[in-house]
């Protein structure tokens, strides 16, 4: 059984950066597209990032395009998410997440297996 642990999440300022990570252990996941999603207070769960594990394609939601970057590094089984410039609507609790599509996706239906969130709060 897989489990996903986040951290590295915190309070910081509008246009700092922050990097999350995400830390497999149980068994590889070199073999799943890992992706980072997103709940703010009041809102509904929301795709960030994911990351292929055929071909390490990434793909991001248009708000954070030029701002963050997702990468995996089998060796340590982990993946991380490096925020920068952050602004204050990406204030929320960050989940990652693993699944078995070969192609991307941002579907959260498609990823079975969820860590229990990093906490990022942005002031502005």
């Known amino acids: 059984q897989v489990q996903l642990v986040e951290s590295g999440g915190g309070l910081v300022q509008a246009g700092d950066s922050l990097r999350l990570s995400c830390a497999a252990s149980?068994?590889?996941?070199?073999?799943?597209?890992m992706g980072w999603f997103r709940q703010a207070p009041g809102k509904e769960r929301e795709f960030v990032a994911g990351?292929?594990?055929?071909?390490?394609?990434?793909y991001y939601t248009d708000s954070v395009k030029g701002r963050f970057t997702i990468s995996r590094d089998n060796a340590k089984n982990t993946v991380y998410l490096q925020m920068n410039s952050l602004k204050p609507e990406d204030t929320a609790l960050y989940y990652c997440?693993?699944?078995?599509?070969?192609?991307?996706?941002?579907?959260?239906?498609?990823?079975?297996?969820w860590g229990q969130g990093t906490q990022v709060t942005v002031s502005s």
């Open positions: 149980g068994r590889t996941v070199s073999t799943y597209t």
């Open positions: 997440a693993a699944g078995r599509s070969l192609a991307p996706t941002t579907d959260g239906t498609a990823f079975g297996l």
């Open positions: 990351i292929t594990w055929l071909g390490g394609n990434s």
